[in-house]
């Protein structure tokens, strides 16, 4: 069997990649900048997001370890290298028949972004190519398209605005992926064990408001982190020719409403659910008095539904339940995490 190297493997998605990896006996090789990263079945520790609407700083350049007691080891192979540092890339894939990229610098400043995301993605689809990798999986985000609404979008009919450092140089990093014959993938919301920023953010939100809502009635795109993880797989692993496109919008087809969404943070946080209504603009009025950001406002007042069908139907797959199934199964992960951070 082909090995696979997956890149951010002990941030917030990649842990997810690997442990899924685990579970198919893929052979594995895990790229960290310090030592080979150890990683466990266990919750997973904060990391890369990989997603929109999940920012993280991170301690330095290309920094996605966490570093966290873990319970059991993953037998893979580790290779140390940094994407800041492009000349430590050298010989990194030699051997690999899929490279998984779930590593990048989320938030930070400009040049570290520009450093990790931008140029060191370039160099590493460089040494991929160098090595003869058959694929290139890059986990992008739908942030790299800016604000807007966003009804059943498809990927091919959307052009990019970023709007920020960080999403304008995972943009650079999917040309890069892209010119290389490699796929990009761009989830919107994702949850799951070891989320540090969609749940504790709206969490937040729900205080500052005190069980008032303005409707939320827009519809978003969700994925859980372990359904996620079973995507990039599939696309690392799905045969020559069944992929029909080099961009896909990775979610669970149904969207699940910002209603939905919160209510299911309230019950499992110990928050009152939203009932009471207010106008966007008195909530937008609560979020500055609380010094919270108005991006999660701008997101949960409009539609942010992006069209995953492509995905699902080229590799066969068929979607799990969903958001309220998939959502309760962290319901006392989520209890224990964020009740005591808000």
């Given at each position: ?20 990896a685990r579970t198919r006996e893929i052979p ?97 689809v460089a040494e991929a190519r160098r090595a ?140 009152p659910a939203p009932r009471r209504e207010l ?64």
């Amino acid at each position: 069997m082909h090995t696979t190297m997956i890149t951010g493997a002990t941030g917030f998605i990649g842990r997810h990649v690997v442990e899924e990896a685990r579970t198919r006996e893929i052979p594995l090789r895990l790229m960290s900048r310090h030592r080979p990263p150890v990683l466990t079945t266990g919750p997973a520790a904060p990391g890369d997001a990989g997603s929109g609407g999940a920012v993280r700083r991170n301690a330095g350049p290309g920094n996605t370890e966490s570093g966290n007691p873990l319970t059991a080891t993953v037998p893979a192979q580790g290779v140390v290298a940094d994407l800041a540092r492009p000349e430590t890339l050298r010989g990194a894939c030699d051997g690999v028949d899929v490279l998984l990229h779930c590593a990048s610098q989320i938030g930070g400043p400009a040049d570290v972004n520009e450093a990790v995301n931008a140029r060191g993605t370039a160099a590493l689809v460089a040494e991929a190519r160098r090595a003869g990798v058959r694929r290139i999986v890059y986990l992008s985000t739908a942030s790299v398209y800016g604000r807007g609404t966003f009804r059943s979008a498809r990927a091919e009919a959307l052009d990019r605005h970023p709007g920020s450092v960080t999403s304008r140089t995972r943009a650079a990093a999917e040309d890069a992926v892209r010119e290389a014959g490699g796929i990009v993938l761009r989830p919107h919301l994702v949850y799951g064990v070891g989320d540090i920023w969609v749940v504790p953010a709206l969490a937040r939100l729900l205080l500052a408001l005190s069980g008032a809502s303005a409707g939320w009635h827009a519809r978003m795109s969700a994925v859980s982190a372990p359904e996620l993880a079973r995507l990039v797989l599939g696309v690392g692993s799905a045969p020559a020719g069944s992929l029909t496109a080099s961009v896909y919008h990775a979610a669970h087809p149904r969207p699940v409403t910002a209603a939905e969404l919160l209510s299911a943070v309230a019950d499992c946080v110990g928050l009152p659910a939203p009932r009471r209504e207010l106008t966007v603009a008195q909530v937008r009025e609560r979020l500055v008095a609380a010094d919270l950001p108005q991006l999660a406002l701008d997101m949960l007042a409009t539609d942010h539904w992006f069209d995953s069908a492509p995905l699902w139907s080229d590799l066969g797959r068929v979607p799990g339940p969903g958001f309220a199934v998939d959502f309760a199964e962290t319901r006392e992960w989520y209890g224990n995490t964020v009740r005591a951070a808000v």
